[in-house]
């Protein structure tokens, strides 16, 4: 079984492609401002045939974990 591999899109969204079933997943960067510019918070959302699978996911690392489980599991 091989692993699914992340792609950067350069334009704040990364592909999650899974090599078994030939599946994509969209990581989509999110950026939320407060009332100060220092206020900046980063959040994720995944996308799969552009559905929204999840979102608020504040850790990266997480967000492609679950899009590569996700995918392992269709």
Known sequence: MKKS????NQDGTWTV???NNRTTATIIKIQEFGFLSSNVS?????DVKGKTIA?????FQ???SVASNHLAAI
């Open 17 to 19: 492609f899974d090599p």
């Open 55 to 59: 979102s608020m996911i504040e850790n």
């Open 42 to 46: 980063t959040r994720y959302r995944i």
């Open 5 to 8: 591999k992340t792609i950067n």
């Open 62 to 64: 997480t967000a492609k």
